[in-house]
């Protein structure tokens, strides 16, 4: 995979770096905040090599792209000339609601940390191992060096917290730090050794353990955003430099240590205990639940929410809410498994096994449930199914996660307790997940729009004809001035340059994919071929000026009804090229993809490709 060039082609997506406010990544998915959701193509984005899916769920555009996501991170960061916070600067910032505002917060400030929460937490696993092995004393200089190592980025965390939400909302992050460090400062600690509480200007401050605290610098930086613009807005630029972060500190330490802290921290117990009320009542309800459910937050995003709340029960003694999830995520594991040994298509093998492989040893699965279960749709009932047993299993057997770490691999097995119990909880659901596809596969019958799939591996003597559906000048994809068509990532075809702003149907069929800014739209032909036509290079940007589509997604079509009408010149004079790819999508499934022209003028319903099985 070139790093670089999917970098470049993500970043021009999602409308460009002046529409990017910020960007973070998580083990799998890049995390943009744009200014203007509206600019970014979604639908060629999905289509493109190297990227899985894309979300767009709490505030965020989510672009996943696997296991590669921090190499492409790293080039876009260096293409945009900016440093996780964007390039901001835009005034069209699209109005969020104020749940996805929350969700956002929370996701894209913790998915900066997951990577050394992972390394911390496979540390004290390790030492865990190590001392019940006997090969490690816990009151040896050794123990206490890795120790310190795997508890530090826990025992700082309202530091590093303080820097990450700083980024999201666009403030001082060193600022943010400090008054994070404040908390964790000895002279402020050591007053918890004396009392419960003390004084500021004669006002009682309740003292706590702000150690491995979440909430507390949520609530403190957000505050502290709103505070710094206000005074930015009220301060002579001359004296912002130094004025702002000490009117800052004087402020928000205080406030923080005698309402926001305390606050938060109750905010987090009650939360906590919510849940783990919850759960208690009857672990097996909630682990069937939970273990049927939890993909489906992952796959929105939304999963990190949960992170404060876990935090919050390890700091108590243990968290029951991980193991449960884990049955999922160890579902689509077998799920993964399964596939890999029923199917006989060699590209699907290697996707499923490697997909797998890397489950088991990295616990990142986005791979196998945007590859593989949003492919096959029908697995999804198996996810749910494998899910909901190992789930109220591990409820039932009462294991408890009791080291942080959120990714479910043979090297976090440690972290929780009992590990056998955890293990046979894991096998169950990885064992139900691929007994449901071997023995009840994972192709459905009917394809997604509810018609008889063709067979286009067993009928070798089916040939279907794509027509034109424009008059202009035919070339090749290689011709094409858009990686995307040019490397035939989204299928094979040939391109036209239109004389007349006419798109018809090249088959007779039904209208599959249809676009707000009615720049493309995609058909399905009766014989199963899925056709793409892209009116132009990049004129997603004209948001549907120029172009009036006739049909809705669904239509049935006959071949040469118009399907779009555009105005040529008005899109030239904005400066577009009016090249048109026309790619079969689905051009995996087919043995033989001849271009009947690739050069020379061309009419409208004039013989283009033969699409052979």
């Known amino acids: 995979m070139d790093h670089l060039k999917l970098a470049q082609n993500i970043v021009d997506r999602v409308g460009g770096k002046d529409n990017i406010q910020s960007l973070t990544h998580c083990a799998t998915r890049l995390r943009f905040v744009l200014n203007d959701n509206r600019k970014a193509d979604a639908e060629i984005l999905e289509n493109t090599a190297g990227i899985l899916k894309v979300v767009e769920s709490g505030g965020q555009f989510q672009v996943v792209v696997g296991n590669d996501v921090s190499e492409v991170y790293k080039h876009i960061v260096a293409e945009g000339e900016f440093d996780g916070a964007g390039s901001g600067g835009s005034s069209e910032k699209e109005k969020k609601s104020i749940r996805s ?179 208690n009542s009857n672990s097996v309800i909630a682990g069937i639940i939970l273990g049927g459910t939890w993909s489906f937050l992952v796959l929105l995003g939304l999963h990190w929410a949960t992170v404060p709340i876990i935090m919050g029960n390890l700091s108590a003694g243990g968290d029951l809410i991980a193991p449960l999830a884990a049955t999922s995520v160890a579902a689509s594991m077998g799920i993964g498994l399964g596939v890999f040994l029923k199917t006989k298509d060699k590209d699907l093998k290697a996707l499923s096994g490697s997909s797998f492989l890397s489950a088991i040893l990295s616990g990142v699965t986005e791979p196998i449930l945007y590859g593989i279960i949003l492919r096959y749709r029908k697995t999804l009932i198996y996810l749910v199914a494998a899910g909901a047993i190992g789930g109220g299993l591990m409820g039932y057997l009462g294991v408890k996660l009791v080291v942080f770490n959120f990714f479910l691999n043979v090297f976090t097995l440690p972290a929780q307790s009992p590990m056998l119990y955890y293990i046979i909880g894991v096998l169950t659901a990885i064992a139900g997940g691929a007994l449901c596809v071997v023995l009840f596969g994972y192709e459905s019958k009917k394809n997604d729009r509810g018609t008889e799939a063709p067979d286009v591996h067993t009928n070798a003597a089916m040939e279907s004809l794509i027509t034109s559906p424009l008059e202009g000048t035919v070339i090749t994809l290689r011709e094409v001035e858009d990686v995307v068509f040019s490397s035939e990532s989204m299928g094979k075809g040939v391109a036209i340059i239109p004389s007349k702003g006419q798109l018809v149907s090249p088959v007779d069929g039904v209208v599959s994919v249809t676009m707000k800014s009615a720049h493309a739209i995609a058909v399905t032909s009766d014989e199963g071929v899925e056709i793409l036509m892209h009116i132009g290079i990049d004129t997603v940007r004209l948001k549907g000026k120029y172009f009036t589509q006739k049909v809705q997604q669904g239509d049935r079509i006959r071949k040469g009804e118009v399907l779009i009408e555009f105005d040529l010149d008005q899109i030239r004079n904005e400066g577009f090229k009016l090249t048109t790819p026309i790619v079969v999508t689905n051009s995996d499934q087919f043995r033989v993809i001849t271009p009947l022209q690739s050069e020379g003028t061309v009419a409208a319903t004039e013989e283009l490709l033969s699409v052979r099985s």
């Open 101 to 279: 505002a929350i969700f956002g917060l929370i996701s894209g400030s913790l998915t900066p940390l997951i990577p050394v929460f992972a390394g911390a937490g496979l540390v004290k696993a390790l030492l865990i191992v190590l001392e019940r092995a006997g090969w490690i004393a816990v009151d040896s200089g050794t123990y206490a060096i890795l120790a310190a190592a795997g508890n530090s980025i826990f025992y700082f965390l309202p530091i590093l917290l303080g820097i990450t939400i700083a980024k999201v909302l666009n403030v001082n992050s060193y600022v943010a730090a400090a008054i994070g460090a404040a908390l964790m400062e000895p002279n402020f600690t050591a007053l918890t050794a004396a009392g419960s509480t003390t004084h500021f200007l004669g006002i009682p401050v309740s003292l706590m353990n702000y150690a491995s605290s979440v909430f507390p610098m949520f609530i403190a930086v957000s505050i502290y955003a709103v505070l710094e613009k206000f005074l930015k807005k009220i301060m002579h630029k001359n004296v912002q430099l130094f004025a702002v972060p000490f009117l800052s500190l004087v402020i928000m330490v205080p406030l923080t240590a005698m309402l926001i802290g305390p606050f938060g921290q109750y905010v987090g117990q009650w939360i906590g205990d919510i849940v783990n009320f919850l759960i």
